[in-house]
Structures are given as C-alpha cells and as structure tokens.
C-alpha cells in the first residue's frame, strides 16, 4: 500500500507511530487541539488509516528487527539474570510482563498466595534479602508482608 492521499491521514499515521498516542498524533498532524481525541478515535476507525498504520508498524518491525520473539527473549534472560549487577526490580519487572505475555493473571484478577508464579517470585525475593542481610552482617527477621490497612 502506498501513502494515503489524504496527506493529513498520511501525517497521523506517520505521526502515531511515534508514540501510539492518538490525540498527540492528530495534534501533530494539524488536527485541532480541542477534539484531538475525538479525531484520533474517529481516524482509527477508518480502514485503510488502520492498513496503513498495520503496514508502518511491519516496515518498522522489518527494518529494526525487533519482533516479539526478540522482546520476550530479553525479558527472560533478564528475569534469569542472577549477576553482579542484576536488579531484583528488574527481574521482578520482568517476569510480571513475561506473565502478562502468556496470559497468566489479568488487571481485574488477583493472583493471591496459590498462584505458582508469585509464589516463586516471593521465594526468590526472600532468599535475595536472606543474602544481602547475610553479607551485611544484619541478623536475620522475617516479618509477614502486609498490604493495605489491615481488615477488622
């Protein structure tokens, strides 16, 4: 497909590549400031402006070759990192989308204490403060973890 002929529709979809922001793109493209939301969702409803921003994605995909193989493959062994410099947030941070990625817990759903997962992250973060409490000379107190106010 080739750029649209609307060269406003062309500009949005180049625009909202940017950033996926619907209402900045169509700023950005000229639309107006006030009804920029309004004009990005109606814009994303128009088939050949979905086609074209489906093809920019591709051809951005294509000349970066960053694919979601690649995405999900630097999430794992980031979460697997167990290094010198490794961050315990970041593994954390990684394995939470790496969750997300297979579809293991939505926002509306709790994981609660018997999901494997969490239960592994928690195991894992515990033993981590065992060590640097350890290494610090720190004795060892384990406290439960709380959330929130507790219930009555």
């Not at 309004?38 to 294509?62: D, F, G, K, P």
């Not at 239960?119 to 000379?137: D, H, P, Q, V």
Request: proline share 1%; glycine share 6%; net charge positive.
């Amino acid at each position: 497909m080739a750029a649209l002929k609307n060269k406003q529709h062309e500009l949005f979809c180049q625009e909202y590549l940017a950033d996926l922001n619907g209402a900045a793109a169509a700023v950005r493209a000229g639309y107006s400031e006030k009804a920029a939301r309004q004009t990005a969702s109606r814009l994303l409803t128009i088939a050949n402006v979905q086609a074209r921003v489906a093809e920019l994605q591709a051809e951005r995909t294509q000349r970066t070759q960053i694919t979601a193989d690649w995405v999900v493959a630097g999430l794992k062994a980031e979460a697997e990192d167990r290094g010198e410099k490794s961050s315990q947030s970041a593994r954390i941070r990684a394995y939470e989308l790496l969750g997300k990625h297979v579809g293991m817990w939505s926002e509306k759903k709790d994981a609660g204490e018997s999901d494997p997962l969490l239960l592994r992250i928690l195991e894992l973060m515990r033993a981590e403060k065992s060590t640097a409490s350890s290494a610090a000379g720190a004795t060892e107190t384990t406290r439960p973890a709380t959330r929130g106010k507790s219930s009555e």
